[in-house]
C-alpha cells in the first residue's frame, strides 16, 4: 500500500523553465516557485520566503515550457521525490522535488496598464494582496 505522498504549491516563478527531452523523446519541464508565508510578529508582520524546485513530465511538461515564465503565478499539485547521488568528491547528496501532476496559471496582467487590472481584480482579490489573512 502506497503511503500519501501530496503537496500543494502556490507562488511566483522564479526563472524561465528549462524545458528537455529524456534519451526516449519524453518532454521534461523544470522550474522553481517562490511562496510567500506571512506571520505576525511583535513589531508586525514578517515575511519567510520558501523556494521549490518543480518537475513535470510529458503532455505538461510541454505545456508548462510554452507558459511558464519568470514572475508568472503559480499554483501546482504533485508529490515530494527525493533524488539521491554520490558526487564527484565522494559525498552523499540529495534534495527533495516536487513532481507535478496539475499545475494552474494565474493570469498575466499588462503591468503597464494598472486600469485593466483593476477591471480584471475583484476587491476581495486586492485586499489579500495588501495584506495577509490569518
Not at 503537496?7 to 528549462?18: A, F, S, Y
Not at 518537475?55 to 503559480?74: I, S
Not at 516536487?98 to 503591468?111: D, L, Q, Y
Amino acid at each position: 500500500m502506497n503511503s500519501l505522498n501530496s503537496i500543494l504549491i502556490e507562488g511566483n516563478i522564479v526563472r524561465d523553465p528549462l524545458t528537455k527531452a529524456t534519451t526516449k523523446g519524453t518532454s521534461v519541464c523544470t522550474f522553481s516557485v517562490a511562496s510567500n508565508r506571512f506571520f505576525k510578529q511583535e513589531n508586525g508582520f514578517e515575511k519567510e520566503v520558501s523556494f521549490f524546485d518543480v518537475e513535470t513530465w510529458a503532455r505538461l511538461a510541454e505545456n508548462c515550457g510554452n507558459q511558464c515564465k519568470k514572475g508568472r503565478g503559480v499554483r501546482v499539485v504533485g508529490r515530494l521525490k527525493q533524488d539521491r547521488w554520490t558526487g564527484d568528491d565522494g559525498k552523499n547528496h540529495s534534495r527533495v522535488v516536487i513532481v507535478a501532476e496539475h499545475v494552474e496559471f494565474r493570469p498575466e496582467f499588462n503591468k503597464n496598464d494598472d486600469d485593466e487590472k483593476d477591471k480584471t481584480q475583484s476587491k476581495a482579490a486586492k485586499a489579500l494582496e495588501a495584506e495577509p489573512v490569518f
